[in-house]
């Protein structure tokens, strides 16, 4: 299994991203969105006895907030979800 590399899942992930999102999210949006997803897991112990979805929308969610929070921008839920659901491609690509 390859090992997770941050700037080639940047790379990735603005490969995934529709043209529209690609001008919206820089690559320094999308490292902040991926250390953002970290401190959720790690605040939760990185393991979940919720279901997928629940803890999904959590995330999105959770994400949304920092970010207006930290001044890095105001992302609707759908955005956030496209960014995420790139970031799950890039890791699937590690386990084959």
């Known amino acids: 299994m390859a090992e997770y590399d941050d700037e080639i899942a940047v790379k990735f992930i603005q490969n995934q991203l529709p043209a529209e999102l690609k001008e919206k999210f820089n690559d320094d949006d999308i490292y902040y969105i991926?250390?953002?997803?970290?401190?959720f897991y790690e605040k939760r112990d990185w393991l979940s006895d919720d279901d997928d979805e629940k803890e999904a929308a959590e995330l999105v969610k959770f994400v949304i907030?920092?970010?207006a929070k930290d001044g890095?921008?105001?992302?609707?839920?759908?955005e956030i979800r496209l960014v995420l659901a790139a970031?799950?491609?890039y890791a699937e690509t590690l386990d084959s």
């Not at 991926?34 to 401190?39: F, H, I, P, Q, T």
């Not at 890095?72 to 759908?78: A, E, L, T, Y």
Request: charge should be negative; charged fraction near 35%.
């Open 87 to 89: 970031e799950d491609a």
């Open 72 to 78: 890095i921008g105001v992302f609707s839920d759908d």
């Open 34 to 39: 991926l250390d953002v997803v970290c401190e």
């Open 65 to 67: 907030k920092q970010a």
